[in-house]
């Protein structure tokens, strides 16, 4: 049964991990599936070969952070782009609500099975967050009630599971009526169960005296976290800015680009934001991805004087110097030439390659330094005057640079650069350019990353005669 299923999802050629759903079935499959039939009372003939096999490779396969983790990056796509769980559930990425054109559309429909389900509401679950618990549970009882009786030997839970912590989600939320519902449907199914019992009467005494005691325990949410708001965002730009908005061919004064000028594209006034097409090529894309693979670890952030993984940036990213290869050497030229700034040691860092799998994200966040003890000042070279970002990779959905107080987004644009001033030419930062790296819906988000420092570039970028330029 597992091999004709795995048999299935490998007939279409053209089917790729570009779609959540399949990453994510992927994952739970080599987690928690295959493990379950490895073990299995049907593979008992086998069982000695099979999980001996199974050990050898079980270092290699997704572990328990790397399920629970898909599972958080599918809530988060849930919430950023406002989707429907019945919708994804079946395969559907559109927003709840009638009349709302698919966000995305794969080529091949990949739908959630009641297991899955369970596991995403059980992941919220865990850790109090009972708005996403309902949402998921709810279609997980939906599911499972369709299959009763059918038994999976892939499935980890039950309709019975599913429907007790589905009951205590309600109750945590306040919805007392509910979870007796649920608790009652839950008996049916296992009438001996003495602490769903003991559940049904406390249910029943707290409708009957009108006292309400869920909804104020734990750090439960009660709605989508507000801070996503801002992906993807329109563009709804002033007639008067419009003027100043518009595409040449840059020369900048340097030789690097008399042959083949740069393609400039400005894409907002203040924060000043440009966009370079086709700033790097295929090859030289694939070239830069290939050098950075071998080394991409967890991406961090500055806390405080020390740097450290967060929820809130969910990537991987390696560094790589300029004497890396030809292409990197090159591409710093080129990155020279457009900017007209310093990019000699310590005046920049090393070119940062960053990769944004399943649901990968970036919270709002400068990055320019806001504290002197920033470990941005090791360097000695000042704060980051200027960044330039280059898209590596086209992506399905998702993914879009957004400037929060600019109210804009930039799209994922292949082979293009990104560049902006973070500080003012008085060197104070400039709060206009917080941004934020929208979830990936649908693909594989490559970035590279290059930061300008302020030192070495007093006469590249002088100073302002007006002190609040």
Known sequence: RFYEKIWALHQDPGA????????????????????????????????????AALKKVEEELPGAKDLDGAARALMRLQDVYALSVKGLANGIFQRAGAGHPPLYSPGRRVSLSADDCFHVGKVAYDTGDYYHSIAWLEEAVSLFRLSYGSWNPEDRSSLEDALDHLAFSYFMAGNISHALSLSKEFLLYDPSNQRVVRNVAKYQKLLATGTIEGGGRGPHHHGPPSHTSHCPLSLQLAPEILLHLGCSYETNGSPHLLLQPAKKEVVQVQPYVALYHDFVSDAEA??????????????????????????????????????????????????????????????????????????????????????RKSPLYRMKS????????????????????????????????????????????????????LHAGCPVLAGDKWVANKWIHEHGQEFRRPCGANPQD
């Open 286 to 371: 694939e070239t830069i991805k290939g050098l950075a693979g071998p080394w991409l670890q967890r991406s961090v952030v500055a806390s405080g004087e020390k740097q450290q993984a967060a929820e809130y940036r969910i990537s991987k990213s390696a560094w790589l110097k300029d004497t890396a290869d030809p292409v990197v050497q090159a591409l710093e030229r080129r990155i020279a030439a457009i900017t007209g700034l310093d990019l000699r040691p310590p005046y920049a860092e090393y070119l940062q390659v960053v990769n944004y799998g399943l649901g990968g994200h970036y919270e709002p966040h400068f990055d320019h330094a806001t504290s």
């Open 16 to 51: 790729s991990l570009d779609n959540p759903l399949l990453a994510f079935g992927l994952i739970k499959r080599l987690h928690s599936d295959w493990p379950s039939i490895v073990h299995s009372q049907e593979a008992a003939e086998n069982t000695q070969a099979l999980q």
């Open 382 to 433: 000042g704060n980051r005057i200027a960044t330039v970002m280059i898209y590596l990779s086209a992506v399905k959905a998702g993914g879009s640079t957004a400037f929060i107080y600019g109210n804009f987004s930039i799209p994922v644009v292949k082979n293009a650069a990104l560049f902006w001033w973070n500080l003012r030419r008085n060197g104070d930062g400039d709060e206009d350019t």
